[in-house]
DNA sequence: TTGAAAGCGCTAACAC
DNA sequence: GTGTTAGCGCTTTCAA
């Protein structure tokens, strides 16, 4: 039973005809070759006597496309116990599902030499790429050197088209709130090297300025927003400008900061608010409820990736797509503020 | 710049040699034909100049193998933001990294018909499949006629290897425990239909009666746990047999069950004992802490996508791997029992 | 040490 | 309608 595979030659054999007559009836698209009822039947009579399945290998190497498309962040390796990568990529995959496309998940780890990776994006196993990246990322370079369709998520990158979130839009929500509710001193919580503060905190300082407060940032975080002993004699001295309200750029940090407070004995939201800036929607059945409910900015990452996987499908296509496409995020008041 | 990306023809006729020379470098393994290192450097310069690289669909036709591995689940499609999903595949993906494999996720859908799903699994796109599946799911028929290598999630499955997890243990764990602390009379939630339950109902069921507790079994409850009117009632009575403690078949019944709780005002412990089975380890940073702190088993379901990728990629290569390979699981005390 | 040639399994243009 | 044929880009055997 578990001889070779046939092939398709092996079919029109079988039923006594060429293999174009054969092809005609898988291949996908209509085919030029027109086949009569009979034939047809007695082909596909045959197929199934033996199993016939095509190779979709051999089908890629002649269309020259897989119908797959890939991933690659720039950042770290992809960790799917993160919500940020299992938020966007279940998008991805969705839109996948419905156009019938995979998604292929390519083996790298932080210090695989970067012509390596190059090569595994771009020797024709996906036919498009979404790309988790920023400005000066030497994987950029190689990438426009190639034909591989990409686009770039929640940043713009010289050369491809992007899905962006509104970055600045959440910022200024997150002043206005801290303003009303008569915050003056706030404590940016940012790691220095990171670039989608780039967008978040320069926005904030504008928007706080603006509205008259006064906000110092703190870069000199562990890289999962671990308390700082910058923090922590900030947090000591009750001076005039101790910060009453602690903005965290991404959700991550906010916890990480509430971590430290719980274990001192700090008061959410009577001694200090906080903020974060993300807002992974607990998935409806399976999440625990979380401990606090963090005042955030909601950003659709499942959706995001649904858009850019779209996006980038209709691009293999050959059709022109928008250059930016922004995606709206969304205020949540919790309980945090 | 983005012209036709070349061939190993271009770059043989580039260096003027022909193209086995020009091959024998590039191929990974150890090719029989030998190079003079003039010849060789010749290659390498033309190869350079031209920014080629290997096309790894024609590699694959040729070699007749993708160093691509895949995942299929006969139970729902896959959502990565399921604990249980991304725990896993996160699993999977470490293990591909090691060994410099890939993971494809191929796109279905629930209404997608067998057939469909078969093809796509066989048809060369990957040299061998993860499975998480149960007895009787007519994908096993189909794949049974196959000669994909297939190692299977969770579950026994005849004509397949598989991984499977202490479900015995556990439950026997989590009776003791329950026992231990005085608890007689027991409800446990589990859905009609699902196999997994198969393994540790009986099994608890057992270790009960030894332990001379009393077990009302309640399969009438929603596809996600939630709670059932017979539930509600046998809650309200007060009788001699009213339960003391939840057994839940998974941590996710468990939620759902404390979040009824909670609602309703019931205390956890002090009225009710509930106990879980899959205890997600939560990311060390990027995770919210719960809410409660659910006595469970833990399952080490990164662990186990990790072993059953690299038992496959072994049988891949070859080799023979074991029949059933068993993961031992870890009781864990919360606070909710 | 090098080159020629035969495929891997399929698609598509073209001739009958 | 149906069959023939030339590749897609690579690997590998065999002969030179």
Same mark, same amino acid.
């Given at each position: 039973m578990k001889n070779k595979r046939p092939t398709l030659d092996d079919v029109a054999k079988r039923a006594g005809v060429s293999k174009s007559a054969a092809a005609a009836i898988f291949v996908q698209k209509q085919s030029t070759v027109r086949v009569s009822p009979e034939t047809r039947s007695r082909i596909l009579l045959a197929a199934?006597?033996?199993?016939?399945?095509?190779?979709?290998?051999?089908?890629?190497?002649?269309? *020259?496309?897989?119908?797959?498309?890939?991933?690659?962040?720039?950042?770290?390796t992809v960790d799917l116990r993160v919500p940020f990568h299992n938020h966007l990529l279940?998008?991805?995959?969705? =839109?996948?599902?419905?156009?019938?496309?995979?998604?292929?998940?390519?083996?790298?780890?932080?210090?695989?030499?970067?012509?390596?990776? #190059?090569?595994?994006?771009?020797?024709?196993?996906?036919d498009g790429l979404i790309l988790?990246?920023?400005?000066?990322?030497?994987?950029?370079?190689?990438?426009? *050197?190639?034909r591989l369709p990409v686009i770039s998520i929640a940043e713009k990158l010289a050369g491809f088209s992007a899905v962006t979130i509104d970055d600045a839009?959440?910022?200024?929500?997150? =002043?206005?709130?801290?303003? =009303?509710?008569?915050?003056?001193?706030?404590?940016?919580?940012?790691?220095?090297?990171?670039?989608?503060?780039?967008?978040? #905190?320069?926005?904030?300082?504008?928007?706080?300025?603006?509205?008259?407060?006064?906000?110092?940032?703190?870069?000199?975080?562990?890289?999962?927003?671990?308390?700082?002993?910058?923090?922590?004699?900030?947090?000591?001295?009750?001076?005039?400008?101790?910060?009453?309200?602690?903005?965290?750029w991404n959700d991550l940090f906010a916890h990480q900061f509430m971590r430290h407070c719980k274990k001192n004995g700090i008061k959410i939201p009577d001694d200090l608010?906080?903020?974060?800036?993300?807002?992974?929607?607990?998935?409806?059945?399976?999440? =625990?409820?979380?401990?606090?409910?963090?005042?955030?900015i909601r950003v659709p990452w499942v959706e995001i990736g649904r858009i850019a996987a779209q996006l980038l499908l209709k691009q293999i296509g050959g059709a022109e797509i928008p250059l930016e496409t922004l995606v709206p995020v969304e205020f949540v008041c919790g309980t945090t503020s």
């Open positions: 199934q006597e033996m199993n016939y399945r095509p190779n979709a290998v051999a089908t890629s190497l002649r269309r *020259q496309s897989t119908n797959t498309i890939g991933y690659y962040t720039g950042y770290v279940n998008g991805i995959r969705q =839109a996948c599902d419905e156009q019938k496309r995979h998604l292929l998940l390519q083996g790298t780890f932080p210090d695989t030499p970067i012509e390596q990776i #190059y090569n595994d994006l771009t020797d024709g196993k996906i988790h990246s920023h400005a000066g990322h030497p994987i950029l370079d190689y990438l426009r *050197q190639d839009g959440g910022s200024n929500s997150i =002043a206005e709130h801290l303003h =009303a509710l008569g915050h003056r001193h706030i404590l940016y919580r940012a790691p220095g090297d990171v670039h989608t503060t780039s967008q978040r #905190y320069p926005q904030f300082m504008t928007m706080a300025s603006e509205l008259g407060m006064e906000v110092v940032r703190d870069s000199h975080l562990g890289s999962f927003g671990e308390v700082s002993a910058m923090e922590e004699e900030l947090l000591r001295s009750g001076g005039r400008s101790h910060p009453t309200a602690i903005v965290c608010a906080v903020t974060g800036f993300d807002g992974y929607a607990p998935h409806p059945f399976f999440e =625990a409820a979380p401990a606090y409910e963090l005042t955030t």
